[in-house]
């Protein structure tokens, strides 16, 4: 996988409770409290609903829980298990960083709407070598992991396996935050009718065809089949560069990130009871991986 700038949306959790580089608010009351971060740095935003999805401190708890919930489950079956590597960090930094697009002009210069040569080259190395664990792909190990197998040496697998074992008892569900990136997604997908978001698209669109660019949207230069390969073309780095240009004279960006944090506050005042609720599962689950990871 090649991480670039899309329109696709921002807001997703991985399921291994990885989200590497990622930092958010810790505390619902944030929600209305947080400052918005420096105008010029997208990456420093933060947006209302994120006080109610997991840091990358807490996910990093949980999944060192996880580990050592899987690690001890498959030892009790006799088999040896290394959890697979992390995979590096590759793309945004943050939730936002390029929710609405490139804005780092040194780097599109290089690489147009593509990270970082290195980031990109020590991610793909480590996909090559395999960011997978010691289990062997059909082995009774591999089996008694996932569950595909009811029982070792007369031993009850649990349902699921280790994995779905250790899920359970860290009640791994509730760092998946559903309410919250359902609501997230949501406000994103508005937040493009708010009328100063139109015109500020508009404006946009404007200025890249008076440098012979035709794209409606923000998104949608960098959502250009032409520029997802793994190549970079001059034509990329014209087309990047000149969007850049375009986003600064019309801080199109800034905007955007204002509409959408004005609609989330509003849902966040809708659904208060049921995104409190889901904070606090999230509270539960690191609370108990804490005890895990510490043995207290």
Not at 158 to 166: D, H, I, K, T, W
């Amino acid at each position: 996988m090649r991480a670039r700038p899309s329109g696709v949306i921002a807001f997703s959790l991985a399921a291994t409770f990885l989200l590497a580089g990622c930092s958010f608010s810790s505390s619902p009351d944030a929600a209305d409290q947080a400052p918005a971060g420096d105008p010029k740095d997208p990456a420093s935003w933060v947006l209302p609903l994120q006080a109610f999805m997991p840091t990358e401190q807490e996910y990093g708890q949980l999944s060192q829980a996880k580990k050592i919930l899987v690690g001890d489950c498959m030892k009790g079956f006799g088999f040896s298990w290394v959890p697979a590597p992390d995979l590096p960090r590759v793309g945004p930094k943050t939730l936002t960083d390029w929710r609405y697009g490139i804005h780092d002009m040194a780097l599109s210069k290089e690489r147009g709407y593509k990270p970082d040569a290195k980031e990109q080259e020590a991610y793909d190395a480590a996909v090559e070598k395999g960011a997978v664990d010691g289990t062997t792909a059909d082995g009774p190990d591999a089996r008694a992991l996932d569950g595909r197998i009811k029982e070792v040496d007369g031993k009850k697998v649990p349902e699921g396996g280790c994995v779905g074992a250790a899920n359970k008892e860290i009640n791994a569900d509730a760092l998946q935050a559903r309410a919250a990136l359902d609501l997230a997604n949501a406000a994103f997908v508005k937040s493009k009718q708010d009328p100063e978001v139109v015109k500020a698209f508009s404006g946009w669109s404007e200025c890249m065809k008076r440098s012979g660019y035709d794209y409606e949207q923000p998104l949608d230069a960098s959502d250009d089949p032409r520029f997802g390969v793994p190549e970079v073309s001059s034509e990329e780095i014209a087309t990047a560069t000149a969007d850049i240009t375009c986003r600064q004279k019309t801080e199109v960006a800034w905007i955007w990130f204002q509409a959408e944090s004005a609609l989330q506050k509003r849902v966040i005042e809708d659904h208060a009871e049921e995104l409190s609720a889901e904070r606090r599962s999230i509270e539960t689950s690191v609370r108990k991986a804490s005890k895990i990871v510490t043995g207290k």
